[in-house]
């Protein structure tokens, strides 16, 4: 059935073909092609391999975009042999390509250790990248991080840094949703950090940012990390001056009150 569904897509791109070659010639001297002079076999090889170069265009993209996310995420270069792969789509690792390595289902068999920090035993997490993962020792005090798992025991990643006899939820621990973080705190992106941080909110007088567009608020997602902060509960961001600062709604109309 698949090779069957496959001859008549083909069958339509030749079909499509042929009748932009008759409008490009009224006059018939299209007509050899009818004639013999290429056969339907030929043309229809013509067309497969077309699309399978386009498949393959795709692949790369894909395998471009991996490389990309990667590399955002967690800060680790690929290795040039890697991005050569990219460029080319051709060369070849320990005489496997990455596509037969998919297909065969036997990714995690070449330089791929772990997928995941539970692969790993106690007191170690998993280094994963495109090209290859393996698990390595947890993190002492004071050292970077980008995640929870990579410090040792009951330590957190706090700002970046593995920290001991810290809470989550609390600032600088690590969030993905407004819910990981206590009430007076936010879910929000740090300039200096490639991952979103409880982060206090400003309390009464503290500078603050203002929603530009108020029709993106209400679309906004509201446990999604943010990339401002919103006032304290009860307080409102007000334009004081050339600022704007955290106050009671009440201020900005009742100050005779």
């Known amino acids: 059935m698949e090779r069957l569904g496959k001859r008549s897509l083909l069958f339509a791109f030749l079909t499509l073909w042929l009748g932009l070659v008759a409008e490009a010639d009224p006059l018939g001297r299209g007509v050899s092609v009818a004639r013999g002079q290429i056969s339907l076999n030929d043309m229809l090889k013509e ?37 050569n792969q990219n460029a080319t789509g051709v060369q070849e690792t320990d005489g496997q390509t990455f596509k ?5 289902g036997r990714w995690n068999e070449v330089d791929h250790e772990c997928l995941i920090d539970e692969d790993c035993g106690q007191d170690s997490y998993c280094l ?17 991080c980008v995640k929870d798992e990579e410090c040792c025991g009951e330590q957190l990643c706090v700002w970046g840094l593995c920290a001991q006899n810290k809470t989550r939820g609390q600032s600088g621990t690590i969030c993905q949703a407004q819910s990981d973080c206590s009430p007076q705190h936010c879910c ?13 909110r400003p309390q009464q007088g503290q500078g603050c940012r203002e929603q530009p567009n108020q029709l993106l608020e209400l679309l906004w997602d509201e446990e999604a990390p943010r990339e401002h ?3 304290a509960t009860g307080l409102q961001c007000q334009p004081v001056g050339q600022e704007s600062k955290c106050g009671n709604p009440r201020s900005s109309s009742g100050r005779g009150e």
Not at 100 to 104: E, V
Not at 188 to 200: D, T
């Open 128 to 144: 994963y990248n495109i090209s290859s993962s393996k698990c390595i020792p947890c993190k002492s005090t004071s050292t970077e």
């Open 47 to 83: 067309v497969e391999q077309l699309m399978e170069d386009t498949q393959h265009k795709l692949e790369e993209a894909v395998h471009q975009m991996d490389n990309e996310t990667s590399r955002d995420l967690y800060g680790y270069s690929l290795p040039p042999s890697y991005q």
């Open 188 to 200: 929000a992106f740090h300039r200096a950090l490639l991952f979103p941080v409880c982060r206090p």
């Open 229 to 231: 902060c919103p006032c």
């Open 100 to 104: 037969t390595l998919f297909q065969d």
